[in-house]
């Protein structure tokens, strides 16, 4: 009770200031303030629900985790006459991130879904303070919720009655990526990674057993490479960039699959001065990363998100079935031979289909992974054992 009442002073004092200041205020500096999507509400089983949706450090234009998710919640809004707002915190912390919580909640929003690692301190405080609002959390692992409470049950971390988490099977699109851009004719591969986190790795080792699969499918095990390396940060400099020049200029590389939040940046720098290829990772990235050069994303290695947000959705507002998901950490992968119903896949729209790889190609790939003809490893701890050449580089910083 404590913290709705101090929530709801938040919102009141956010508002006062707002409108204070003036319109312009109000829309460029006000940054927990809310967006409308639809003024009309759905009421399932007696009880009426409202959405929102909360940035973590970028915004809904960053053409990754926040817009994607951002346009799955307002399309499912308004296809069900849902209020629907979104809100972006002050700044890129955990304060920030709580108190856009704080006056969603405040301002009536019962279903509060949040996109990305960086909301685990927000669960752990507000879960608990708001038990009767539902919170949807995408690519949320136990390790980003428990922060530092490691030795205490998991119950005790955060509130796993109003709670489901999602997180990603990333081995499976980095698969596909690295089969597709066998396929599709490159040979000379890289694999440029963030920080080796987990997840981080899941998708670099994923990525070398699929460029292995179809060289040896191929019979041209002995003629691909792929070099492998971290960045040891997310997001690109001057060192990487500088690394990225080598492997495209002076090695050779073709195609490297940039795989840890803005780090893409250094590839894609590299690779314009040579006309060389990009793989993107998580959404559809060819908007910002052929911004550096027209057909520079030969595909992305996609976690779908917006079909999370559809399942999740309706099974709180239409379907009345929260009860099977909720208190779940789910590791989400393939359930379907249509890929675009997956929780990875490729994008079907971007990706660039070629006489040695088209559509059909990648539906039957799909296929024989759904079936289980397929598997791929998910470990992370030692490098696949391959047929074809892997330079693991190990941090580039």
């Given at each position: 009770?404590?913290?709705?009442?101090?929530?709801?002073?938040?919102?009141?004092?956010?508002?006062?200031?707002?409108?204070?200041?003036?319109?312009?205020?109000?829309?460029?500096?006000?940054?927990?303030?809310?967006?409308?999507?639809?003024?009309?509400?759905?009421?399932?089983?007696?009880?009426?629900?409202?959405?929102?949706?909360?940035?973590?450090?970028?915004?809904?234009?960053?053409?990754?985790?926040?817009?994607?998710?951002?346009?799955?919640?307002?399309?499912?809004?308004?296809?069900?006459?849902?209020?629907?707002?979104?809100y972006k915190p002050g700044g890129d912390s955990d304060a920030d991130r709580i108190a856009a919580v704080d006056q969603a909640c405040a301002e009536g929003y019962n279903i509060i879904v949040l996109p990305g690692y960086l909301f685990g301190a927000t669960l752990r405080e507000e879960s608990p303070?708001?038990?009767?609002?539902?919170?949807?959390?995408?690519?949320?692992?136990?390790?980003?919720?428990?922060?530092d409470q490691t030795d205490v049950d998991l119950s005790e971390v955060y509130n796993v009655e109003n709670t489901y988490c999602a997180i990603y099977q990333e081995e499976l699109p980095g698969y596909m990526a690295g089969y597709a851009a066998v396929k599709m004719g490159y040979k000379h591969l890289?694999?440029?990674?963030?920080?080796?986190?987990?997840?981080?790795?899941?998708?670099?080792?994923?990525?070398?057993?699929?460029?292995?699969?179809?060289?040896?499918?191929?019979?041209?095990?002995?003629?691909?490479?792929?070099?492998?390396?971290?960045?040891?940060?997310?997001?690109?400099?001057?060192?990487?960039?500088?690394?990225?020049?080598?492997?495209?200029?002076?090695?050779?590389?073709?195609?490297?699959?940039?795989?840890?939040?803005?780090?893409?940046?250094?590839?894609?720098?590299?690779?314009?001065?040579?006309?060389?290829?990009?793989?993107?990772?998580?959404?559809?990235?060819?908007?910002?990363?052929?911004?550096?050069?027209?057909?520079?994303?030969?595909?992305?290695?996609?976690?779908?998100?917006?079909?999370?947000?559809?399942?999740?959705?309706?099974?709180?507002?239409?379907?009345?079935?929260?009860?099977?998901?909720?208190?779940?950490?789910?590791?989400?992968?393939?359930?379907?031979?249509?890929?675009?119903?997956?929780?990875?896949?490729?994008?079907?729209?971007?990706?660039?289909?070629?006489?040695?790889?088209?559509?059909?190609?990648?539906?039957?790939?799909?296929?024989?992974?759904?079936?289980?003809?397929?598997?791929?490893?998910?470990?992370?701890?030692?490098?696949?054992?391959?047929?074809?050449?892997?330079?693991?580089?190990?941090?580039?910083?």
């Amino acid at each position: 009770m404590k913290k709705k009442l101090m929530a709801a002073v938040l919102a009141g004092a956010m508002l006062l200031s707002a409108t204070a200041c003036g319109a312009k205020e109000t829309a460029t500096e006000a940054e927990t303030s809310s967006v409308v999507q639809n003024e009309t509400e759905t009421t399932t089983s007696g009880e009426t629900y409202r959405i929102a949706m909360v940035t973590d450090s970028g915004d809904i234009t960053d053409q990754s985790f926040n817009q994607t998710t951002y346009e799955a919640c307002k399309a499912f809004a308004e296809e069900n006459g849902v209020d629907f707002n979104y809100y972006k915190p002050g700044g890129d912390s955990d304060a920030d991130r709580i108190a856009a919580v704080d006056q969603a909640c405040a301002e009536g929003y019962n279903i509060i879904v949040l996109p990305g690692y960086l909301f685990g301190a927000t669960l752990r405080e507000e879960s608990p303070a708001y038990p009767d609002v539902k919170f949807v959390a995408l690519d949320m692992s136990e390790a980003d919720l428990r922060g530092d409470q490691t030795d205490v049950d998991l119950s005790e971390v955060y509130n796993v009655e109003n709670t489901y988490c999602a997180i990603y099977q990333e081995e499976l699109p980095g698969y596909m990526a690295g089969y597709a851009a066998v396929k599709m004719g490159y040979k000379h591969l890289g694999f440029l990674g963030g920080m080796s986190v987990p997840a981080v790795i899941r998708y670099g080792f994923g990525y070398v057993q699929g460029a292995n699969a179809a060289a040896v499918e191929m019979g041209i095990e002995d003629e691909v490479t792929i070099e492998y390396a971290y960045g040891g940060q997310f997001y690109g400099d001057a060192d990487i960039t500088a690394a990225m020049d080598t492997w495209y200029s002076t090695n050779g590389v073709e195609v490297v699959f940039a795989c840890g939040g803005g780090i893409y940046t250094s590839a894609a720098e590299a690779a314009a001065k040579v006309g060389g290829k990009l793989i993107g990772v998580d959404s559809d990235q060819v908007p910002v990363i052929d911004a550096y050069g027209e057909g520079m994303t030969i595909t992305s290695a996609m976690k779908g998100l917006a079909p999370t947000v559809n399942t999740l959705l309706s099974a709180i507002v239409l379907e009345g079935t929260w009860d099977q998901y909720v208190g779940k950490i789910d590791n989400l992968g393939l359930v379907s031979e249509n890929p675009e119903d997956n929780y990875v896949q490729l994008p079907l729209e971007s990706t660039q289909w070629c006489d040695t790889f088209t559509e059909d190609d990648y539906r039957a790939l799909v296929a024989s992974m759904v079936a289980g003809d397929i598997t791929v490893d998910n470990n992370t701890e030692t490098m696949p054992e391959t047929a074809i050449t892997v330079n693991d580089l190990g941090n580039i910083k």
